[in-house]
């Protein structure tokens, strides 16, 4: 079956300007994460949808960090006015619920550079 | 607030080799507990689930062990492969409204 898919699968842009990335979570998972890595560090939660639940947004850096799902399925992080240290690995994952087997499947991620 | 850490950063092996990764945790209440490969460029590969009432899950050369009390997993690779080469990471899943909590990672070399 489909696994989780995101695009673009790499995004050059100059500082300053807007990006988004999307992603395509498994069909029926209703858990949507969001997480970045950057060179050399470890994997940063971002933002969590949960159903109709209102997202967890506390893992965003900062107000130019955003990310909306729609119909409870694909997921849009925006980045308004890039700055270089946004350069990273930017991963989606989605798992079918929060409960105690809470397996998260990852897609391929967007590799964000900024320039 | 939880931390993961995994020793070593980076292990180079002989192919055929046995192996050990290492997987410590601060705060044993824990739901579960995963394990990823990461391939250069790409994204996580969920190898191994261990839930907290669990102390080992096995799929194939792998085997992943976890023990609450003392805060620590170990993943276990049998007969290791040049294939086997890769980032392997470690994350810890807690009660309540938070997100996985990742090791850095441990860099495997597997020479042929």
């Known amino acids: 079956g489909a696994g989780v898919s995101q695009s673009p699968s790499n995004k050059v842009t100059e500082k300053g300007k807007d990006v988004e990335l999307r992603c395509d979570p498994i069909?029926?998972?209703?858990?949507l994460y969001w997480y970045r890595q950057s060179l050399g560090q470890g994997l940063e939660f971002l933002i969590y949808?949960?159903?109709?639940?209102?997202?967890?947004k506390s893992g965003l850096p900062s107000d130019r960090f955003s990310a909306e799902r729609t119909g409870g399925s694909v997921s849009t992080l925006t980045i308004q006015r890039t700055q270089q240290e946004d350069s990273a690995v930017y991963l989606c994952?989605?798992?079918?619920?929060?409960?105690?087997?809470?397996?998260?499947?990852f897609g391929p991620g967007t590799r964000l550079t900024v320039t | 607030k939880q931390e993961v850490t995994q020793i070593p950063a980076a292990l180079s092996v002989p192919e055929g080799e046995n192996l050990v990764l290492n997987c410590s945790f601060t705060?044993?209440?824990?739901?579960?507990l995963q394990w990823f490969r990461q391939d250069p460029g790409k994204g996580l590969t969920s190898l191994l689930l261990?839930?907290?009432?669990?102390r080992e899950q096995t799929s194939g050369r792998l085997n992943a062990s976890l023990d609450k009390s003392s805060g620590r997993s170990t993943l276990y690779i049998a007969a290791s492969q040049p294939g086997d080469s890769a980032t392997y990471l470690c994350?810890?899943?807690?009660?309540?409204?938070?997100?996985?909590?990742f090791g850095k990672g441990t860099r495997l070399s597997v020479i042929a």
């Open positions: 069909s029926g998972h209703t858990a």
């Open positions: 705060d044993s209440a824990i739901y579960n």
């Open positions: 949808f949960q159903g109709n639940s209102a997202p967890d």
């Open positions: 994350a810890a899943f807690e009660p309540g409204n938070t997100p996985l909590v």
């Open positions: 994952a989605s798992s079918l619920d929060r409960g105690l087997s809470n397996e998260q499947y």
């Open positions: 261990i839930q907290s009432s669990q």
